[in-house]
């Protein structure tokens, strides 16, 4: 701060003093006494600016500064008034370069101190005229730079180099010496069997679609189950035998071609089924893969700590996959990603659409030898001509009677090991999530993408300004390397 009393008044009656004093800053206030050409008393100035004892008068001891209204400050510094206020028209430039009438202000003032004795020597002293107040101004200034903003300031500069250099390690882009290692273990992080995102993808897709949908409608099928069967699914008296009766002949006719009806509406059931579940299985273990390789890691930061988290596919609603095993300190967290920094699938569009060709082609490869071996499957069902596992046809004869005898033909099918046969097959040949933690080997990673770089551009850009403020501030406080290291590890 800096006070400003007229010379022919008593500082502790200003009260600006009194604020001064109520907030205790005498240490660190700058105290200017203006108009100091119209003061009389010279030698009370000079105790005043100096703060000590005025001269004795005579017989009489001098004054102290307290007993003259003197207030001890940083300093003390006399001034005059302008040469507007002595009647002086200053040049019309002066109005418009202000630095030219402060030099014609010190020139003035050097003139008038220098012709009063008592205070000849407090310009040398730095406690009189304009160019004095200015070098205490300039020096209290750097004080106070020093004792305090300095401090604040390479705090604020500090931490934003480490925010900086955080989001920069959050896009993922590494070394091209690391790229292959990193991405690949990336992969196998997100894909792998020790995945809980492909895990619960296969999970889901095994118990609803292959177990709910698949198993449980084939072993439901209307066609080969009568109401009251239970698990061994049996189709009896599909083709009755027609008993014809006379007095001649007894003939037994047979309508086998009701049984082939059935099992030919079965397999037509059950093809309907499987074509269901087929065309799901893009949506189900195809498109959540997508999803698993574009999601991106993401800062998740707790009470104290912080971890860097990555979220899976929506359908899932899984808790997001860590990166470190447990949240760590801000500091520790910046540290360890300067040891091990992590990779942005996203940032590398090439690689990751390279993947997902693999991918789109393996499911695809799959989904077509399902359909042929389930065929096979379905025709040995329907074939009831031939030997089968799951389809026995028998003639059941019945007991003789008046005006003949009946019997018919009945058929039984093992709906539920036909069914378990069709589950069995499909979970043979659906690809394994080992399968797919592999899909990225001998893929180049390639570069990052162009928004992506451009990212990295303007952090590298904007870390570039902070640090020129860093440059800046040593050099305008002349901060050498021992206090700057000082300054660093006190903010570590």
Not at 242 to 265: F, H, N, P, W
Not at 320 to 338: C, D, I, N, V, Y
Not at 350 to 366: G, N
Request: hydrophobic share 35%; glycine share 6%; proline share 5%.
């Amino acid at each position: 701060p800096m006070l400003v009393v007229e010379a022919s008044k008593r500082p502790t009656l200003s009260p600006a003093t009194r604020y001064i004093m109520t907030k205790q800053l005498q240490d660190v206030t700058v105290g200017v006494f203006s108009k100091c050409d119209l003061s009389h008393d010279h030698d009370a100035l000079r105790a005043l600016i100096l703060h000590e004892p005025s001269e004795p008068r005579g017989s009489e001891p001098g004054e102290s500064p307290e007993d003259l209204g003197g207030v001890r400050l940083k300093c003390w510094v006399a001034s005059m008034q302008g040469p507007e206020k002595l009647g002086q028209e200053p040049p019309e430039e002066y109005k418009t370069h202000n630095f030219e009438r402060v030099w014609r202000q010190q020139k003035i003032e050097s003139a008038h101190f220098a012709n009063i004795p008592e205070l000849q020597d407090l310009q040398e002293r730095g406690h009189a005229g304009i160019g004095c107040l200015v070098e205490q101004l300039d020096k209290e200034y750097l004080n106070h730079l020093h004792r305090s903003w300095k401090w604040d300031a390479f705090y604020k500069l500090q931490t934003k180099l480490d925010r900086l250099q955080f989001d920069l390690s959050m896009l993922g882009v590494v070394p091209e010496a690391q790229k292959e290692q990193l991405a690949s273990a990336e992969v196998k992080r997100r894909l792998g069997s020790s995945s809980p995102f492909t895990r619960a993808l296969y999970q889901s897709f095994v118990t609803d679609v292959l177990q709910g949908v698949l198993y449980q409608r084939i072993l439901l099928n209307p066609s080969l189950r009568p109401p009251d069967t239970g698990l061994l699914l049996r189709i009896m008296s599909l083709g009755t035998a027609i008993a014809v009766t006379s007095t001649q002949l007894r003939c037994y006719m047979c309508e086998g071609c009701k049984q082939q009806s059935a099992i030919d509406r079965a397999c037509a059931d059950v093809r309907t089924v499987m074509d269901e579940v087929l065309q799901g299985v893009r949506a189900r273990l195809v498109e959540p893969v997508w999803e698993i390789l574009q999601a991106e890691s993401k800062e998740l930061a707790g009470e104290e700590c912080v971890n860097i988290v990555t979220g899976g596919p929506a359908s899932l609603a899984l808790e997001p996959l860590k990166s470190f095993p447990e949240a760590m300190w801000w500091k520790s967290l910046q540290q360890t990603l300067r040891d091990q920094p992590i990779i942005q699938l996203s940032s590398y569009a090439m690689y990751t659409e390279a993947i997902m060709e693999r991918c789109e082609k393996l499911y695809a490869d799959a989904v077509q030898r399902l359909r042929a071996k389930s065929e096979e499957l379905l025709k040995r069902l329907g074939d009831l001509d031939a030997p089968s596992p799951w389809v026995q046809v028998r003639a059941r004869f019945g007991p003789e009677g008046e005006g003949g005898s009946r019997s018919k033909v009945v058929m039984c099918c093992q709906a539920e090991d036909f069914a378990t046969a069709i589950y069995t097959l499909f979970l043979r040949h659906i690809p394994s999530q080992d399968q797919l933690a592999n899909l990225h080997e001998g893929i180049p990673v390639g570069a990052e993408r162009a928004q992506t770089r451009s990212k990295v551009e303007s952090l590298n850009a904007e870390r570039e300004k902070v640090l020129e403020a860093v440059g800046g501030i040593r050099e305008a406080l002349s901060i050498d390397d021992p206090e700057f290291a000082l300054i660093q590890q006190k903010y570590e």
